[in-house]
């Protein structure tokens, strides 16, 4: 799996909306955009995933660059909930099994009340 | 409620001793993984398995091993070898990729933390 950058940690107001980057310069044609995130001494939970296209669910929005080198996680309004360390995960399509993930430090996401 | 379990939460071993954790699914899914997290640190991949009676090593297999013998459950063994095994265990599933779609998300467990004594 290739490697993926962030910012090891950042800051946001309670209501607002939170914008969290991700860079993967060398990332391949068939790699996925995954993020997960990790509330505190609990296990990982999906978010969201993408491939080229910006990707919306309940949980957050993911809007891919042109180029598929950068993507960024949009929480749209942050609630005290959302308080966890955000892992961008980039994973290869394997037609004959299900690889494990690869994860970087993740950004810790700090949301003031 | 579908999901996966690992027992206990906490668990305390002497040094030197084998300890198993336990990882159960009924989600019907054929993959399962064990990681290993370190404060502040990212998950790392012990082993992983896709289908009954087979696994591979992960990224860190030195000193564990594991077994498939049915699809629920993916039992993990600390053993005596593991140099530094005080950590936070995490087990995961995943159904099986399709050709068609992309990758599935994977299934967390609540995870085991362990301290080694």
């Known amino acids: 799996d290739a490697k993926t950058t962030q910012p090891n940690s950042m800051e946001s107001n309670e209501e607002e909306p939170v914008h969290l980057p991700c860079n993967h310069s060398?990332?391949?044609?068939?790699?996925?955009i995954h993020w997960y995130r990790q509330l505190p001494s609990q296990g990982p939970e999906y978010v969201i995933h993408g491939l080229t296209s910006n990707v919306n669910n309940r949980m957050a929005s993911l809007a891919i660059a042109e180029d598929r080198k950068s993507s960024t996680l949009i929480l749209h309004r942050a609630t005290l909930r959302d308080a966890a360390v955000y892992y961008c995960?980039?994973?290869?399509?394997?037609?004959?099994?299900?690889?494990?993930?690869?994860f970087g430090k993740g950004t810790h996401l700090i949301i003031q009340p | 409620d579908g999901g996966i379990t690992q027992s206990p939460k906490y668990l305390f071993r002497k040094e030197g001793q084998n300890v198993t954790l336990s990882c159960e699914q009924n989600l019907n899914h054929d993959a399962m993984y064990w990681y290993r997290q370190d404060p502040g640190q990212g998950l790392r991949l012990i082993y992983y398995s896709q289908i009954v009676n087979d696994f591979q090593k992960g990224d860190i297999a030195e000193g564990y091993s594991v077994s498939r013998e049915k699809k629920e459950s993916f039992p993990l063994t600390v053993t005596s070898a593991q140099k530094n095994p005080t950590a936070f265990y995490l087990c995961?599933?995943?159904?099986?990729?399709?050709?068609?779609?992309?990758?599935?998300?994977?299934?967390f467990g609540p995870g085991t933390r362990l301290t080694v004594l």
């Open positions: 060398t990332i391949s044609g068939t790699d996925y």
């Open positions: 995961a599933s995943n159904p099986p990729s399709r050709r068609s779609t992309p990758i599935d998300e994977q299934f």
């Open positions: 995960i980039l994973r290869g399509y394997s037609g004959g099994g299900a690889d494990g993930l690869t």
